[in-house]
């Protein structure tokens, strides 16, 4: 048992990286970011992919109730940015800062045609909105990259943040600082 | 005075007598001159006033120019060389030995040189670049410049799908004068009106010549029409052929060039000749002949192109190079021989160019109404902004959602699977909508069987019973109370009666008339048990249910009544579209749009149709719902799904079907997209057909064409998922016998262990050791 223990600890950051939702099980906090985006992250723990010394079995009986729950959740880590969704949020930044905003949201769009679940896309458009005064529309888009942003907890912060400014600025103040708690919350 | 009088009387009498009849003649010749002359001259200032009003006056009615979406080139792409093709086709690019010139490509394997056309876009000009692409597997692997600079996004042009034109039905596409290529011009003044640049709107010469050649024939084998003329005939007059006719052509013909350059009259008669027939559209000009019969634009025809296109003015019907391919080419060597006999083309270009195939496409591809059942669409969305004839005269550049490829490829699904399953079934019809989930653009619309007719949209119009359709949102609305219900909440599927509010007693059957006692409320989804969710419904309120409709996007008025819960609400196949486009999207509602943005004619922005998320139902109950219905298509009524994709795509979709088996429904969705099917009679009898026996079989075929996106879901912050003992129910852990992974929503998972979980230190690092151990 001590052997397992000292591989644990030794393997325990790698395991943290890819098991998010064991994590999320067992309370632990979460710190990483910018997990490799290759890398598809390890399933979460599986009662029929088990092998070695487990004490019990799956039986046949109970497998169409199994089967519901337990092979989905596989996710990769993402968001991943491909090179040319890179180019496009460069693109619309740079329209961003010369004060083409439609210009700029058109480009994000253009870019969450090609990467629609790129949670860092949503926020970016969200920020697109925000400074048009777009308040709900900004509001919504940040909810929607944090429906999108897995265990990316910066992503989900500035989310967060976003939110209570568009709240905020829409006269919605205790909904802003309900949003601000769950900034410092994702922290 | 009075005899002074009588003899000049007299005298005039006497002269009278004499000269009588010459002199009565020629006053009244005189007269009559006159008159005529003030008649003319009358007509002629009318004549004057029409044509130059019409003419200087005229705003060429352009019909707005429908795209769809561009194709995106950039590594990585999902992009088979066959698409890219595809693609190419529909673009009219033409394959050579190397593309020299935009619009053409060469391919060598899997790699392809590409010369792809600037294009105005929305954001600015794309363009035009010789593009170094090398497939590999189902994607694009490389894109370079061909000069080897790696290229990270590139855009080809938007494909042309149709236009919206006036109820006369004429299309074109308007061509300056500078557009128009030199080598058409000459050919068209050599073969119609050689003396074009010298005469004054009307050759009499020519006409002398064209009788002489017509009395020699004893036929009219010759028209004498300048340009100038057969421009004002296709211009203001009708096709009745008369004297009165001739003569008025000819009087307007001397006023337009009166008033107007050789160059304006040339630049007109470019755009409004008639070229051909598209059905019930007329190609009017040469601009939209040019893409009508070869699908590229004129300043990328060659040769044998343009001459055939000089050869269709004599008579676009009779020398149609698509029904009457002999005659074309005829008439197209006569063209070619005049050319060289004035020295505008060597005899060796004449030969070449003779020899040479027609050259036009399918007439298919190129038909506007490719696509009438998206059209559709579009124009009903259009028209909440713009007024008819802003439309249809304009010149509006309109860019749309529509993917051709996607809608090919399910119109072919569709097609396929529809034989299959109406065999021996006469009248079956289908419809089906294709969505991004995430963003809500159609990306195809398919109105029913024959994809290229313009009969009755389905897509859009048949308001039919959703059946089953409707479960998800009664459980969604149950989940939503989850102190109450969650995915193992016991349901009891047992016999029941409600009372309607007409006092009826209305008793709910299931699909396979068993009761399956208690069952955990997931299966009772997954399987569709119509008894256990009509209670479910019941208790959980109907105005609750009518509630969640709404908020997944239901807009038509909802009659509450008990047999809702079972689908009795008719809806179109693109309304339930947009229902499932929210679940799909995790509760992020997004309005579906037709169209991306709207141009002028001179690229200018006029208008977009901006990307829109409303959170409208909460992400951890969405969440909930959406995990059963992947359990539909693994192991529920949609399981016959892995026949046409690998289960591995982990797609969700429930199936509906209504009474007799009148309606077949499947909806359901990918990763990245969202699609209903529709399946049943126009005359509303039985289909013969249930969910999974219809609309499924088509959905799949659709999905397994189209190469979806995996669905991999994300809890949402507020899902916790637990092991559980599924028969207790209790909270269970890895190494427990038959544990289950279930989701709740936080703080509602079950507190109480079941009787497997050691009662150890029960740290968080043991816990996380365990886990590691397991893996």
Known sequence: MNRFIVIGLILLPVFLTGCIESAYRAGAPVTERDRPSTQPAPRPMQAQKRSGPVPHRVTDDQEVQIAVYTPPPRFKARPVTSAAVFDLMQAAERQKNAGDMTGAAATMERALRIEPRNAHLWNRLAQVRLTQRQYGQAEDLASKSNALAAADRDLRRDNWLLIAKARRRAGNMSGASLAENRANYAR | ?775
């Not at chain 2, 590594?75 to 698409?83: F, N």
């Not at chain 2, 299959?420 to 989930?437: D, P, Q, W």
């Not at chain 2, 249910?545 to 008990?562: F, H, N, W």
């Open chain 2, 1 to 775: 005075m009075t005899r002074r009088s009588n003899s000049r009387k007299r005298k005039k009498t006497k002269r009278r007598n004499n000269k009588k009849k010459g002199s009565w003649l020629r006053r009244w010749l005189i007269k009559a001159s006159l008159l005529t002359c003030l008649v003319v001259a009358v007509y002629a200032v009318y004549l004057d006033y029409v044509v130059q009003h019409e003419f200087a006056g005229k705003r060429w009615a352009v019909p707005a120019r429908v795209y769809g979406r561009p194709l995106e080139l950039y590594p990585g792409a999902a992009l088979t060389a066959d698409q890219l093709l595809d693609e190419l086709k529909r673009l009219g690019y033409t394959k050579v030995r190397y593309p020299r010139q935009a619009g053409s490509y060469s391919r060598n394997g899997s790699r392809f040189l590409l010369h792809t056309r600037p294009f105005v876009f929305w954001d600015g000009e794309e363009p035009g670049q010789i593009l170094d692409l090398q497939f590999s597997g189902r994607q694009l692997s490389l894109l370079k410049t061909v000069s080897g600079k790696s290229v990270g996004l590139a855009r080809l042009d938007a494909p042309p799908v149709g236009s919206i034109y006036p109820a006369h039905h004429e299309d074109r596409v308007l061509v300056k004068r500078s557009d128009l290529p030199e080598k058409l011009v000459q050919a068209l003044v050599a073969v119609e009106d050689r003396s074009f640049y010298r005469h004054v709107g009307v050759d009499a010469k020519a006409i002398a010549r064209a009788m002489w050649a017509n009395l020699r024939a004893g036929s009219v084998v010759q028209g004498g029409s300048t340009l100038t003329q057969q421009l004002v005939k296709n211009f203001f007059l009708t096709r009745e052929r008369s004297l009165w006719r001739k003569a008025n052509e000819a009087l307007m013909a001397l006023l337009l060039e009166r008033r107007y350059g050789k160059d304006e009259i040339l630049e007109a008669y470019a755009n409004e000749i008639y070229l051909g027939q598209d059905g019930e559209r007329a190609i009017h000009g040469f601009g939209l002949a040019s893409y009508f019969y070869f699908k590229r634009p004129l300043h990328e025809l060659d040769l044998p192109r343009l001459a055939l296109l000089v050869a269709l003015v004599r008579g676009p019907s009779y020398y149609d190079p698509r029904r009457h391919p002999e005659r074309a080419k005829k008439r197209r060597r006569l063209v070619l021989n005049i050319m060289r006999d004035q020295g505008l083309i060597t005899d060796q270009e004449a030969q070449h160019a003779a020899a040479a195939p027609l050259g036009v496409t399918g007439t298919k591809g190129s038909r506007s109404g490719r696509f009438p059942a998206f059209m559709d669409l579009v124009r009903r969305q259009l028209h909440r902004d713009y007024r008819e004839e802003d439309l249809t005269s304009e010149g509006l550049r309109i860019f749309t959602t529509l993917d051709p490829w996607i809608q090919q490829q399910a119109e072919r699904a569709l097609a396929e699977q529809l034989k299959r399953l109406g065999s021996g079934k006469k009248g079956l019809e289908s419809a089906a909508v294709i969505a991004g989930s995430q963003s809500g653009e159609v990306l195809a619309v398919l109105g029913g069987r024959s994809s290229g007719f313009a009969g009755f949209n389905r897509a859009l119009d048949a308001v039919r019973p959703i059946g089953s359709l409707v479960k998800p949102a009664i459980y969604l609305a149950a989940l939503m109370q989850p102190e109450r219900y969650n995915l193992l909440s016991p349901l009891e599927d047992r016999p029941l009666s409600v009372k309607n509010r007409t006092g009826d007693i209305w008793t709910p059957k299931n699909y396979d008339n068993r009761a399956h006692g208690t069952v955990p409320l997931h299966q009772a989804l997954a399987h569709s048990y119509n008894m256990a969710t009509v209670r479910l419904g019941m208790s959980v309120g109907l105005d609750q249910v009518a509630g969640r409709l709404q908020d997944l996007g239901l807009k038509r008025p909802l009659k509450i009544y008990p047999s809702m819960l079972l689908g009795a609400i008719s809806l179109t196949p693109l309304e339930v579209t947009q229902i499932y486009q929210t679940l799909a999207a995790g509760g992020f509602h997004s309005p579906l749009r037709a169209i991306r943005e709207v141009l002028t004619t001179e690229g200018q922005q006029l208008q977009r149709y901006p990307l829109t998320v409303k959170q409208t139902v909460p992400a951890d109950a969405v969440y909930l719902v959406n995990q059963v219905l992947q359990e539909v298509a693994r192991s529920g009524t949609g399981r016959a799904l892995a026949q046409y994709i690998s289960p591995q795509m982990n797609l969700a979709g429930k199936t509906g079907t209504t009474d007799d088996l009148r309606d077949s429904w499947f909806a359901g969705f990918s990763g990245d997209k969202v699609a209903v099917v529709w399946v049943g009679r126009d005359d509303n009898k039985s289909a013969g057909l249930s969910g999974s026996t219809g609309a499924l079989r088509v959905w799949g075929k659709i999905m397994q064409r189209i190469r979806p996106m995996a669905l991999e879901m994300l809890p949402p912050e507020s899902i916790e998922i637990v092991w559980v003992d599924p028969t207790s129910g209790l909270r269970a852990e890895a190494h427990c016998a038959g544990a289950i992974q279930v989701p709740y929503i936080i703080g509602f998972s079950p507190n109480e262990q079941a009787s497997c979980v050691y009662k150890s230190n029960g740290s968080v690092f043991s816990d996380l050791l365990e886990v590691f151990w397991d893996e």
